[in-house]
């Protein structure tokens, strides 16, 4: 149902390196980088399913209150690396690792990207 999400940023040198250790604990990589974009993946087929970019309309990135994208991880250790290479590269805590309400196994971490982006990390997976 989704093809994929987007998410603005300030400056696209920093985001991507971001990103990049961020979503490599997940075992999610860089596919594209052209232009004022860069795409992660791959998804369905191959395509890029989660790009960081700086805003077409030449305008700042800003954030949505209530706004979180969330990446699946393969286990609960991988929740806890992206969770700490996040604070590790400038990333702002907005709630360690651990298990929450949402499911009996349901394992998860938030944090806010460079540019206040509020993203999570979680699995489903028992320990």
């Given amino acids: ?3 994929h999400t987007m998410l ?5 040198e920093k985001a991507t390196a971001f990103y990049d250790r ?7 990589a860089r596919v594209r980088k052209f232009g004022n974009s860069a795409a992660y993946g791959p998804g369905k087929d191959g395509t890029p399913v989660f790009w960081v970019c700086k805003p077409y309309d030449g305008k700042s990135a800003s954030v949505g209150n209530g706004t979180h994208v969330a990446f699946m991880a393969p286990d609960r250790a991988s929740v806890d690396r992206f969770h700490a290479a996040a604070l590790v590269l400038g990333g702002k805590d907005e709630g360690a690792p651990g298990l929450r309400e949402y499911g009996p196994h349901y394992y998860g971490a938030y944090v806010r ?7 999570q ?5 028992p320990e």
């Fill in 121 to 125: 990390a979680c699995c489903f997976n």
């Fill in 8 to 12: 603005g940023t300030n400056d696209l």
């Fill in 1 to 3: 149902m989704i093809s």
């Fill in 22 to 28: 961020v979503l490599g604990e997940l075992g999610c």
């Fill in 113 to 119: 990207d460079l540019d206040g982006n509020k993203i």
